[in-house]
């Protein structure tokens, strides 16, 4: 299993301004993901980082919102900009275990926009 | 219609009950499907792969309909701790390492 720690595990931010979002794991890892939860929601995956190249956006997700930066193979940031409250969500970094079976979480950033 | 669906209950059930939850999927031909289980302000944690001919892991037993599109977790003797959300989770048709999440079914277990 991957152990993944995110940091800040919550925060609270006024409109306007912007967060990122640190993710760390354990071992080396091809591609991290980055996904949203919103209040009563499912997953929605924002983007997948690749070391050495520019992160892959899901559609209704942009860089320019959603700028991530990926410089080693254990850490990502991803960093949402010019927050207001539909931002208000859970973001979760994710990896796939070495068998590429199973996805682990950390344990997601509370971001509450206010 | 979305590509995974699932009843967002919550299903009301007394400890010891047994109690069975269905996921429908859009894409018949996705290869890949999970359960995952996420308690209340916590991240989804892996509960089972689910297989074609379907697999038992303890209480919880998780199988496959290719036919109709669907998988189903039974979870038999249920306990307190069992009361989490579930997510029925199938991979991306165009990508097996980029997965399409259910929002969830919430199982409240009663004493």
């Known amino acids: 299993s991957a152990v993944i720690s995110q940091k800040p595990s919550r925060d609270i931010c006024q409109r306007g301004t912007s967060l990122t979002i640190q993710c760390q794991v354990d071992?080396?890892?091809?591609?991290m993901f980055w996904y949203r939860q919103q209040p009563g929601q499912s997953l929605t995956l924002i983007a997948t980082a690749n070391q050495g190249s520019e992160a892959t956006y899901e559609s209704g997700f942009v860089i320019d919102k959603f700028p991530i930066s990926r410089p080693n193979l254990t850490f990502s940031t991803l960093t949402v900009s010019n927050m207001s409250p539909e931002d208000s969500s859970i973001y979760l970094c994710?990896?796939?275990?070495?068998?590429?079976?199973?996805?682990?979480f950390g344990e997601g950033s509370w971001l509450t926009v206010v | 219609r979305k590509e995974v669906e699932q009843d967002p209950g919550p299903f009301n059930v007394p400890e010891g009950a047994t109690v069975a939850f269905n996921c429908t999927y859009s894409n018949s031909a996705s290869q890949s499907f999970f359960w995952y289980r996420q308690d209340c302000r916590k991240e989804p944690k892996l509960l089972m792969s689910v297989y074609s001919s379907g697999n038992e892991d303890g209480r919880f037993t998780a199988q496959l309909n290719r036919a109709s599109q669907y998988i189903s977790l039974l979870i038999r003797d249920s306990k307190l701790s069992d009361s989490a959300t579930y997510l029925c989770?199938?991979?991306?048709?165009?990508?097996?390492?980029?997965?399409?999440w259910g929002a969830g079914t919430k199982l409240i277990i009663k004493p």
């Open positions: 989770v199938v991979n991306r048709l165009d990508s097996n390492y980029q997965l399409i």
């Open positions: 994710s990896v796939f275990d070495s068998t590429g079976n199973t996805i682990y």
């Open positions: 071992s080396q890892v091809t591609m």
